[in-house]
């Protein structure tokens, strides 16, 4: 069995789930135009209320359910924050908003949650799917990047067949314009946030029993997630999918590897880095030309 | 029959009044075109009908029906249409797309067409790519396709041929004969006043004219002081 291959396939589950978020991110931004430091809170909050359900011994498929519930309120709670007051604001005044957003979600969280104290997460899909090359490929893993393919599926096709779709790409286009042809702008924004948050909390109630399940950790997996979404310049949902995948791989490997490790939480800082780097370079080639 | 009345109308931009104490009357089947210089208040005036800014004072109403507090989306729907000034299509989206995002249950695209067949063999066409005629057509029609009783339209003209120019004036006016209440805002005088019924200078935020269109036409003089502003005393009480 190579030992490469198993880690980095034990990187899948992960790399879907940063693939789902970023996939996400991509959607939130080209439709509501916000940069949504939120994205992963929202889906922690609602797997918290999973991991309360069930600690108090409800049954797990309705928690599940509950949990998912709450993630989209969360979700059109924000939405609704940053569209009622924050509409007519800058791109990078609504960012700076989201993380002021996120450093209360996760002070509101922790606190509620009792802090870093050890939570009982259940695993939804324990088990391994198949097995490829000798190497155990879990449920988990093929269901995160499934609900990721998923989504960007659906999104395109929502987006290029349907009347809501077509509305929402002419209020991503000019939302005044779009406004004052009767277009209900609010209601589209909201529907947003609640898609995105209700799928986000699904990955996160799958990857939560393998990272140790507290608000805060939970809360900055947005970091890997915009990383992705980034790969994709906040367009593409295929190469922020793409992109997702191939942190969690490469995450995965570093972590088989004895002297890298312990830095391994820094690569996806390493790739916003390069990313940007890179896009640098166009604009000054723009520039030069 | 509709008519949109507005009334002591004020508007502020940072703090600063803008529109003051604006009277003004459309009413369906004729055009109500508003002059004036260059930062005089014309779009400010137009943009606070619709609801894209807040007014300070004042009532708007279509048949009796008070907007000014209304949100933009809902004062379409009271049958307020705005076309902005600078041609806001949708610009990712194709011709035929920009008009089925505005279009009301009752409207058919091919009304659009019929106004401006020239948008036909450019359906499938990114509004982006458009010409600046083409994109002036289409966010007309697009406008139409709401079902309004009264529209609003910002500069039409600017930046386009003349041979264009006509061709939308034409246009309008096909449209107010059709029923529709226009408020045709232009800072270029002469083929508005043609087209037009009631005319309105503005200079400064306040109106210093309101009277008729072939009035203001024959007097190209009084025109030119209306707009200078050496001529307060030529305002009709
Ligand atoms: N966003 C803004 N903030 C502050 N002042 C503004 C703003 N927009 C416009 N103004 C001011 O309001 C006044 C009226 O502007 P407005 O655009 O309504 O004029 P206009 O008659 O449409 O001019 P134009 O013919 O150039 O389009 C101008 O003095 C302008 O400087
Ligand atoms: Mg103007």
Known sequence: MNPLLTSAVAGLTAGGTYALLGVCAVFTYRLVAVVNFTGAAIGTAGTFVLIALFEVGFPIWPSVLAGIAAGTATGVAIGYIMTRWFGEASASTKAAVTVALLVGLIAVGLRLTGGQHPHNMPELFPGSAFRLAGVEVTIASVLTIGLAVLFTILSDLFLNRTKVGLNLRALADRPMAAELLGVRVQLLSLLVWGMTGAFTTFALMIIAPQRSPNFMTLSLLVVPALAAALIGVFRSFWRTLAGGIALGIVEGLASSIDSVSQYRSAIPFLVVLAVLLWSQREARWDEAR | ?237
Do not use: W
């Open chain 2, 1 to 237: 029959m509709s008519r949109l009345v507005v009334s002591n109308l004020s508007i502020n931009r940072a703090e600063l009044p803008v529109v003051t104490s604006v009277d003004l009357v459309a009413e369906s089947g004729a055009i109500s075109v508003v002059l004036g210089a260059n930062g005089a208040g014309k779009t400010t005036l137009l943009e606070g009908l619709s609801g894209v800014i807040p007014v300070a004072g004042g009532t708007i109403a279509i048949d009796g029906r008070e907007l000014q507090k209304a949100r933009p989306g809902a004062r379409s729907r009271e049958g307020l249409a705005h076309v902005e000034q600078g041609r806001t299509v949708f610009r990712q989206l194709t011709t035929e797309e920009n008009l089925r995002v505005s279009l009301h249950p009752s409207a058919d695209i091919a009304e659009a067409y019929a106004l401006f067949p020239e948008l036909v063999q450019r359906r499938a066409v990114k509004a982006s790519l458009l010409s600046g005629g083409e994109q002036q057509m289409l966010v007309i029609a697009r406008a139409l396709l709401t079902r309004p009783k009264v529209l609003l339209i910002d500069e039409m003209s600017a930046g386009l041929a003349p041979v264009i120019v006509t061709r939308l004036m034409t246009a309008v006016r096909k449209l107010a004969d059709d029923g529709l209440a226009v408020v045709l805002v232009e800072q270029f005088a002469a083929l508005a006043l043609s087209i037009g019924n009631r005319a309105y200078v503005m200079r400064r935020g306040r109106v210093v004219y309101d009277g008729d269109c072939a009035k203001l036409r024959q007097s190209p003089d009084e025109l030119h002081r209306l707009y200078l502003g050496e001529a307060e005393s030529a305002v009709p009480a």
